[in-house]
């Protein structure tokens, strides 16, 4: 899961960097791209704005349709009434609903709370995320 600043500094480039990873990953096991709806309401509002926008709204939607992104339903985090996310208990809350593949990773580019480690959840930035050994994860 990406917090919305990182998702901000995405091109197509990186989306397309992220979904290899995500499919290289998912040799071993279960990986997908957990993207807020929020966000996703926001991408396609961009994707009506700009032709980078629309480009990489067709791309997240192709790899939607091949299982590496998924869309969370609409709940609490998504509230317009929110100023943004509670990531730390989003992530929390699948782990539990997802507890066969439940290695979750936040990506941001700030600085993260050493929270998100106490409750398992893996916190990188885009580009450790990209150098990220898959055989690392193995063990996990």
């Not at 096991?29 to 704005?49: F, Q, T």
């Not at 929390?92 to 439940?102: D, F, K, P, T, Y």
């Not at 580019?109 to 050994?133: H, P, Q, R």
């Amino acid at each position: 899961m990406f917090d919305r600043a990182g998702l901000e500094h995405l091109n197509l480039c990186n989306i397309k960097k992220t979904s290899e990873v995500l499919q290289e990953l998912s040799k071993t096991g279960k990986w997908k791209w957990m993207l807020h709806y929020r966000d996703s309401r926001w991408l396609k509002e961009n994707a009506r704005l700009s032709l980078e926008g629309k480009e990489k709204q067709n791309y997240l939607n192709c790899c939607q349709e091949a299982g590496i992104l998924e869309v969370l339903p609409y709940h609490e985090c998504d509230l317009m009434s929110r100023d943004g996310p509670d990531y730390l208990a989003c992530l929390v809350r699948l782990q539990v609903q997802n507890i066969s593949a439940r290695y979750p990773v936040f990506i941001t580019d700030t600085t993260a709370e050493n929270a998100f480690g106490k409750k398992g959840i893996l916190t990188m930035t885009f580009d450790s995320f990209l150098t990220y050994s898959p055989s690392l994860t193995r063990t996990a």
